[in-house]
T-cell receptor, first 116, second 111 residues
């Protein structure tokens, strides 16, 4: 158990639908990151939050949005789902963001989304 | 963000030492080098991190030459359970998560 909790573990839905993925970071970590990993592909960075504020954006589609709440948990909302959105979605957390350099990510077990 | 280049795949046998090299020519002064391991359908797991010279922990060593344009992850005496994808990530601080992990190196350990 990495300390990063993601729910649900599996989700099957239909095209056009909307889903919400949830992430609770490791205790004490202020930064949350979301990644997408399609079949047999590398992890694509989507977005990062630090202490409730958006800090960095990657290749996140306009149909996707995220937020980090005061208790530091984060949600990734995926709407108007398409077949190509089927993937593993990982959340990671770290102690801090900034230019300290030595920033290590702790990943959750992922949420597997299947769009039919 | 520094772009990294790793071999796509490597094969080894149980008990051998495995060295995986990562090239990162445009590494920035404050960038750290971090290696992660990922098993199928699991999240990546931190292996080791370094800034320069050599770092060793209970599972691996990381060798970084003086120019820091490359790094080598060394896994001593691998076992079948070390079969996984290994990612080299360069960055730190606010850049820690923005880097794309890329394809990584798929290590296959054979009996």
């Amino acid at each position: 158990d990495s300390g990063v909790t993601q729910t649900p573990k599996h989700l099957i839905t239909a095209t056009g639908q909307r889903v919400t993925l949830r992430c609770s970071p490791r205790s004490g970590d202020l930064s949350v990151y979301w990644y997408q990993q399609s079949l047999d592909q590398g992890l694509q960075f989507l977005i990062q939050y630090y202490n409730g504020e958006e800090r960095a954006k990657g290749n996140i589609l306009e149909r996707f949005s995220a937020q980090q709440f005061p208790d530091l948990h984060s949600e990734l909302n995926l709407s108007s789902l398409e077949l190509g959105d089927s993937a593993l979605y990982f959340c990671a957390s770290s102690v801090e963001t900034g230019n300290s350099g030595a920033n290590v990510l702790t990943f959750g077990a992922g949420s597997r989304l299947t769009v039919l | 963000l520094a772009k990294t280049t790793q071999p796509i795949s490597m094969d080894s046998y149980e008990g051998q030492e495995v060295n995986i090299t990562c090239s990162h020519n445009n590494i920035a002064t404050n960038d750290y080098i971090t290696w992660y391991q990922q098993f199928p359908s699991q999240g990546p797991r931190f292996i080791i991190q370094g800034y320069k010279t050599k770092v060793t922990n209970e599972v691996a060593s990381l060798f970084i030459p003086a120019d820091r344009k490359s790094s080598t992850l060394s896994l001593p005496r691998v076992s079948l359970s070390d079969t996984a994808v290994y990612y080299c990530l360069v960055g730190g601080g606010t850049n820690a998560g923005k880097s794309t992990f890329g394809d990584g190196t798929t290590l296959t350990v054979k009996p």
